[in-house]
T-cell receptor
């Protein structure tokens, strides 16, 4: 149980385009989902937290207009990187937490390369 | 500033030996503690969690928690080359953070040598 999927696993795009990443909880209802970014050889960095049906809460320094998060259902959250630039190239990972649980389960991650 | 500190390593461990990883945290109100394993190029996967002082065992892994000293540790017995990874310590903030955000340490890289 507690499986989280992400799609796509890899994406290459041109600078200036937008990219949408999906995060799904497959066998539980995720009341809260988290989006992280990780650069090579660096720690996980929390970008934002989203509760189903509510606006996301962004960490300091993360541009909410650039990283659009939608948590429309208890099993799906999306992250859209708008007008992506090469510096946005990174490993984006989501995690999900069920109601009443403190444990976060991570998706497999999405590698974004912006050319 | 809530902090979670880990030695970055690498921690080199002979195959079959015990790997001992330590983690300290600054928020005395922290309630729950997690260990994740992250292989190179992959996302973190949960190893175990611990809420109460003392030891918790799960297979070859033992988590130890001492809230008075604000540290949590992970022991890996009979270390195998497949245990070579970065181990992340994560701390759930005090109950005032109802969103359930975790504070992550930078991770300890473990290298198990045959």
């Amino acid at each position: 149980g507690a499986v989280v999927s992400q799609h796509p696993s890899w994406v290459i795009c041109k600078s200036g385009t937008s990219v949408k990443i999906e995060c799904r909880s497959l066998d539980f209802q995720a009341t809260t989902m988290f989006w992280y970014r990780q650069f090579p050889k660096q720690s996980l960095m929390l970008m934002a937290t989203s509760n189903e049906g509510s606006k996301a809460t962004y960490e300091q320094g993360v541009e909410k207009d650039k990283f659009l998060i939608n948590h429309a259902s208890l099993t799906l959250s999306t992250l859209t990187v708008t007008s992506a630039h090469p510096e946005d190239s990174s490993f984006y990972i989501c995690s999900a937490r069920a109601r009443g649980s403190e444990t976060q389960y991570f998706g497999p991650g999405t590698r974004l390369l912006v050319l | 500033q809530k902090e979670v500190e880990q030695n970055s390593g690498p921690l080199s461990v002979p195959e079959g030996a015990i790997a001992s990883l330590n983690c300290t945290y600054s928020d005395r109100g922290s309630q729950s503690f997690f260990w994740y394993r992250q292989y190179s190029g992959k996302s973190p996967e949960l190893i175990m969690f611990i809420y109460s002082n003392g030891d918790k065992e799960d297979g070859r892994f033992t988590a130890q928690l001492n809230k008075a000293s604000q540290y949590v540790s992970l022991l890996i017995r009979d270390s195998q080359p497949s245990d070579s990874a970065t181990y992340l310590c994560a701390v759930l903030a005090a109950p005032t953070d109802s969103w359930g955000k975790l504070q992550f340490g930078a991770g300890t890289q473990v290298v198990v040598t045959p």
